[in-house]
């Protein structure tokens, strides 16, 4: 079965996870059932669908009307009746072996022949679940991270049967709901996010059962010194310390002290009031920002590496695959294989052998291909390679962007939809090798754009700046490459363009937006003004009075405001977006290379110098530009009353 093939879907569960993905399928345009044992049950989780519709549409992100995607939706508690048309079905039952093995193997008998049979399961065995069935290659793992309509994520696991063309449909069939799948070739227990986040957890409660540390420590130095959302115990808190209890305990590994005693008192976290945080008489995560000093969080990172490098070693996953896993499903600011490249191979490996031969456990001990990484040499950014490569040429693989160049067009897409395409060191980094790599003879525009359909850019990622030091030139190397390419940029805004989005639009000598989109500079409401030319940007685009309102007051103003005051040169309706967008686009691809980079130059140093210094330049690149072929073919073009086809010479 291909995913065209897949016209019906089939879930199996109404309660969070089953009206969730039910929710994603219907708005993804599937004709949809949802199934539960009793209908109460299953009116509960229709409910939960049409007010979760309801608030999408307050919030302007529905494209269309709530009782339209509910017009997809249908609901049974006959099991035969909600799967004999289906052609893909999802079980989302809750996380007990004996419940899920019993609903496949009514599904073996009950579901069509060619229907592939899905589990969302967030650490029990697909194999073992499609044990229960005759046909275990339809039999695969989707795992959707909590809430569904939320979360980008989904983990696509094979089970030790499961063909390639059974995984290969439902990862497309992720992409089809608008989802970002990763693919897990092998049955591990934790799969890939489930298994790297579990030493940033288990670790932390390593270190504060041996009194090597406390909980605020270890929650403020994460979060405040490396950029993480959360501190571990925080997160466990949130999570319910139950839950990473009883995954040791199944998975048959030891379990830290502090974590057994929170069990054993019943002191699970949020949802009973206290865990490692008081939420019922205290304020719940207290930790400050100085806590943290002092802390090795180098510990409990190389732990998660050393996961990292144990799935892809053993070709469970890619690092790519870790990497988008940890950032869209527990939020990281960078993935753990990213990161580590930056900071050095040789200083993880170094780290988990100190540790390995302190304390003879058995969780330091180095993965097979962390070794052989840093054996050959291959240590990271600063050699090379690591992970990933890092050439100097085109062959450099990038994570932060994606791009295309075709006839002259370079597109770059900001592509951290999950963070809003926040603005961090690695897609500053790639944007700027980008445009030095890329043959200039080559491009003759580029575009900026963000991915998603919510965000140009929402500013800098604070979180990814953690550890920087003031003044660093990266901070600014961005925008100055940006603003002085020598080909013209342009950039598509649609939606909000704020902070460090803001600069790098500002940074492009055009901008389109779409009206619903939203400018500004909140960087005043930090404490801190902006850093990559706005302020300069700013004042020369605008008067004085309006630019000191944006930076003094920190507002966010309107396309249309924006338009009125100069700060870009169009604002449409989201349906002439992609026409004006052309427009541009086709008026500069087809112009003369040559005339229009002596035009950016001159316009863009005139504005630096006095009326006459500017002037002269003009002139002086007018008369250049006179002996160029781009000119006699112009003149000719003209006389002979056609388009002309400029050549940048």
Known sequence: MEVDDIERVAVLGSGNMGHGITEVVALAGYDVVMRDIEEEIVEEGYEEIEWSLEKLEDNGVLEESPEDVLARVSTAVDLEAAVEDADFVVEAAPEQMDLK???????????????????????????????????????????????????????????????????????????????????????????????????FMDEAAW????????????????????????????LSDLTGIDIGYNVRKEAGRPIPPIVEGKVEADELGRKTGSGYY??????????????????????????????????????????????????????FPEGP???????????????????????????????????????????????????????DGGDRSYHAIDYELEDGHLAVVLDRPERLNALNRDLMDEVVHLLETTPEEEVRAVTFEGAGDRAFSAGADISGFSGIEPHEKEVTELFEAVANYPRPTLAKIDGYCLGGGHELALACDLRIATEGS??????????LIPGGGGTQRAMRMLTDARAKELVFRGERIDAATAEDWGLINRAVPDDEFDATV?????????????????????????????????????????GLLLGTEDHEEGAAAFAEDRDPDFEGK
Do not use: W
């Open 101 to 199: 093995k019993d609903v496949f193997d009514d599904l073996d008998e009950l579901a069509s022949e060619g229907a592939i049979l899905a589990t969302n399961t967030s650490s029990l065995s697909i194999t073992e679940i499609a044990s229960v069935t005759s046909r275990p290659e339809k039999v695969v793992g989707t795992h959707y991270f909590n809430p569904p309509v939320k979360m980008d994520l989904v983990e696509v696991i094979y089970g030790e049967e499961t063909s390639d063309e059974t995984a290969e449909t439902a990862y497309e069939f992720v992409e089809s709901l608008g989802k970002t799948p990763i693919y897990v070739r092998k049955d591990v227990n934790g799969f890939v996010v489930n298994s790297v986040l579990g030493p």
């Open 278 to 331: 008081d939420y019922e008489d205290g304020d719940g995560p207290d930790y400050e920002k100085g806590d943290g000093e002092g802390f090795d969080t180098l510990r409990i990172e190389a732990r998660m590496v050393n996961e990292a490098a144990k799935l892809i070693g053993d070709d469970v996953a890619t690092a790519e695959a870790v990497d988008t896993g940890m950032r869209l499903g527990a939020g």
């Open 207 to 234: 270190m504060v059962s041996a009194d090597e540390a406390t909980v605020r420590e270890a929650d403020a130095a994460m979060v405040h010194r490396r950029g993480y959302p959360m501190g571990p115990f925080e």
């Open 518 to 527: 939203e400018f500004g500079f909140p960087e005043i409401d930090l404490g």
């Open 582 to 622: 052309e427009e541009f686009l086709e008026d500069l691809l087809a112009g003369p290379p040559v005339a229009l980079r002596k035009a950016k130059r001159v316009m863009d140093a005139g504005r630096e110098a006095d009326l006459r210094s500017g002037l002269e330049m003009e002139a002086q690149a007018f």
């Open 337 to 391: 294989c990213r990161r580590a490249d930056r900071e050095g191979l040789d200083a993880i490996l170094e780290k988990l052998r100190a540790l390995h031969e302190e304390t003879g456990e058995d969780r330091y001990e180095p993965a097979g291909y962390l070794v052989g990484l840093v054996e050959s040499g291959e240590t990271g950014e600063d050699a090379g390679k690591g992970f990933y490569e890092y050439g």
